[in-house]
Each structure stands twice: as C-alpha cells, then as structure tokens.
C-alpha cells in the first residue's frame, strides 16, 4: 500500500521541518564533492542549500512556486551563486537528455505523482555514469505515513515480492537492474514538537493531504495517542550510479 499526498499545505509543510532537531543527512552530505551540473528535484524549501559545496550549476526544482521562492530567499541570504529555480514537476523535467553530473532528492519520491516517470526522467537527464542521490524515510515508527519495509538487503540482494511497498519494490529491481549501489546508510531523523497541540495539527494536514482514506486517519491518530514527542523518522541515504544504456 502506498499514500500519494494531494498537495502540499505549505507553512504547515515548513513548520513540520523546523521541529526537526536532528539530521545526519547533513553530514552525509557534506561529504560529497558535488563537482560540476546538480539537480536537486522536489527540492521544496531546499534545506540542504548552505552545505551544497562545489557545483559548477545547481538547479532546484519544485512543484511548488511557494517553496521555490523560500529556497530563492535563502540562497540570497547565503550569497549563493548560479543557481536555476524550475518550477515544473519531476515526471516532466524541462532539461535536455544528459544534462547533469549529480541529482539529488530528499524525501520526495514518494510524493510525486508518479516515481517510475520520474526515475524515468532521471534516466534521461543525467549524464552517462552520473551519480544519483536518494534521501528517504524507510519503515519504523513512520509507518503511519508510508507503508515501507527496511531495505537493508539491498546490498545483498533483496528478494522481491515480500512485504514491502511498491516504491521500495521498484527502487530495489532498479538497483539490481539501471544503477550500481555506492553508498547506503541509515540514520534517524528526529522532530520535536513545540506541543502535543502543535503535533496533532500538524497531523491533521497530514490527513487532508492524503488521499481521504479512514485507514490513514485511524492509524495517524491510534499513533498519536501512543506517542509523545520526539518522533524518530527512519530513513535512508543511498547513493547510486546510473547505468545508461
Ligand atoms: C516532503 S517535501 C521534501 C522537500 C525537500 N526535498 C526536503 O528534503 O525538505 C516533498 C516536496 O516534493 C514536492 N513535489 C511533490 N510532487 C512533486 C512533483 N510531481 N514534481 C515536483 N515536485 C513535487 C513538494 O512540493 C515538496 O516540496
């Protein structure tokens, strides 16, 4: 099973993400040397911007005007230099085949409408041999947002068909098929909500993002009642070549 979010409700979006006190991605990132083209696509508010070091170009991309102009105050503020902002979205990317060195994306695969076209997409874009990076949630204890299983048997081969959502299904057949695995690692992300107040609102953006679907709602709030903050976010840093053909 697989949610697909309608839209994003913007502020809430922003104000989610500023309670989150903890992510490694940041350090996981700031090990890469992000030579020449990078794209970062369903970028939102692009919270990576101040440590994305030694591009040539970065382009940012979103659905979402709204967040593209958010990301284009910070890069302002951080004196940041040649950087595109593209307001299309992922399964349509206005770029010529083989355009980028590096493509990045963090925990948007599976909000975009459709992941296959936008792998597709990155297929077409990236330049031959060119590295892709994929920031995401895993399973644990966000299950209420995304049915998702651990993927630590990638490395070794993962048997397809088990339990496991099918975004995972087809990132696993897509590494053992188009992409060679680099990196992977996982890491938790924490958020810390100012109140259990401010925690259930957020929520119910959740819920009106969703597709309406009372097993969602059920599930939001039987978590909500169990837990208290901070929430740990599983989630995964992988790090792949493309194999073009
Ligand atoms: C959870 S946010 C992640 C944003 C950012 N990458 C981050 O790590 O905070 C998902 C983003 O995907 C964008 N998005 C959703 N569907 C999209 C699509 N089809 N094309 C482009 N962007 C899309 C949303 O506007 C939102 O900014």
Known sequence: MSYVFDTYLHDDFLAFENCCVSDPAI????????????????????????????YSE?????????????????????????IRYI?????NMPFADNTFDMVMSSFALGDVTSWRQTMNEVERIIKPDGIF???DLIGGNNDFIYDLV???DVIEGVQIGRESSEIWCFLISYLN??????????????????????????????????????????????YLDQKDSPYEIDSVYLKMKILKR
């Open 27 to 54: 350090d996981l990132l700031k090990l890469e040397s992000f030579q020449g083209k990078l794209l970062d696509f369903a970028c939102g508010h692009a919270p990576y911007l101040p440590i994305l070091k030694g």
């Open 58 to 82: 970065l382009t940012l991309l979103d659905k979402s005007a709204h967040l593209l102009g958010k990301a284009r105050g910070t890069a302002e503020k951080l004196g940041l230099k040649n």
């Open 87 to 91: 307001n299309a979205q992922s399964e």
């Open 133 to 135: 990076i994929l920031i």
């Open 150 to 152: 651990q993927i630590a």
């Open 177 to 222: 098929s188009k992409a060679r695995l680099l990196q992977y690692e996982t890491f938790k992300l924490i958020y810390e909500f100012p109140s259990r107040e401010k925690t259930k609102q957020l929520a119910e953006g959740l819920e009106i993002r969703m597709k309406s679907n009372p097993e969602v709602r059920e599930a939001i709030h039987a």
